[in-house]
């Protein structure tokens, strides 16, 4: 049975923080609702928090979130990642990308969550504009799209009912994989140099063409 909620991120302008928070609670409170016991949620910043110290196993989910850059993970992201010891927790991983394309970093991101011994049970790449604070000229504030999140939530947690709603593990349902397509990137050019960087950057842009602000596999 599910006892707890984990939301862990990297999101150096906010907009990833928001996502996961957002997800992780709307997934905590559709499971405290069905459960007799209480299902608490906690939430992770990798950035300040490697999470090493965090415990996930059977009676946890995790939701793990992570920008978009380039089409990939960022590079600390992955590190930090890599670093969990998911002991077979269910997960559901998800991206923010700004309006471009999310490229391989679904797909990247799963894999790497699958290698640090997590069950991805569902992904999803979700759209963050970002408006200017008012009579500031620093930063910007993520906007996110509560509603299709909260449509994501409500059925991942139908998701993860049907699959922890067994005590005997041997008698649970064993999902089906879940389909992201993509490859693991090439991350070598980023390290290159800030100008080549730049460049891949600009391709990628022209190639770009979005084509929904959402969309979620499970
Ligand atoms: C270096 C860099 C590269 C980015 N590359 C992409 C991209 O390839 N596609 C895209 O749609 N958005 C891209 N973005 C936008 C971010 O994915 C988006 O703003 C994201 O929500 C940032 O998350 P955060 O607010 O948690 O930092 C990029 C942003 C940065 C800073």
């Known amino acids: 049975m599910i006892r707890k909620v984990i939301g862990i991120y990297y999101s150096p302008a906010g907009g990833t923080k928001m996502l996961t928070e ?32 965090i415990v996930f196993g059977d009676e946890t989910v995790a939701v793990i ?11 600390p992201a992955a ?18 990308y700004g309006g471009r394309k999310y490229g391989n970093a679904l797909f990247e991101l799963k894999r790497l969550a699958e290698e640090s011994g997590f069950k991805a049970i569902g992904a999803g790449a979700f759209m963050i504009s970002y408006m200017a604070r008012r009579g500031s000229s620093r ?21 993860i009912k049907r699959l922890a709603g067994c005590e005997i593990e ?3 349902i064993k999902p089906m994989p879940v389909e992201v397509s993509g490859r693991m990137p090439v991350h070598k050019i980023s390290r290159i140099s800030p100008k080549a960087a730049a460049i ?4 990628f842009n022209k190639m770009s063409v979005l084509r929904r ?4 596999f499970l």
């Open 65 to 75: 979130g992570m920008p978009v850059y380039v089409g990939k993970i960022p590079l």
């Open 22 to 53: 957002t997800l992780a609670r709307k997934i905590g409170a559709i499971l405290d609702d069905c459960s007799p016991l209480d299902v608490s949620v906690e939430c992770h910043d990798m950035l300040s928090d490697q999470g090493s110290d």
């Open 200 to 203: 891949a950057q600009g391709v």
């Open 79 to 96: 590190a930090a990642l890599r670093s969990l010891a998911g002991n077979g927790a269910m997960t559901m991983t998800v991206v923010s």
């Open 170 to 172: 041997e008698l649970r």
């Open 213 to 216: 602000r959402s969309e979620w």
């Open 139 to 159: 930063g910007a504030s993520p906007v996110i799209d509560v509603d299709a999140i909260s449509d994501f939530g409500k059925a991942a947690s139908e998701k």
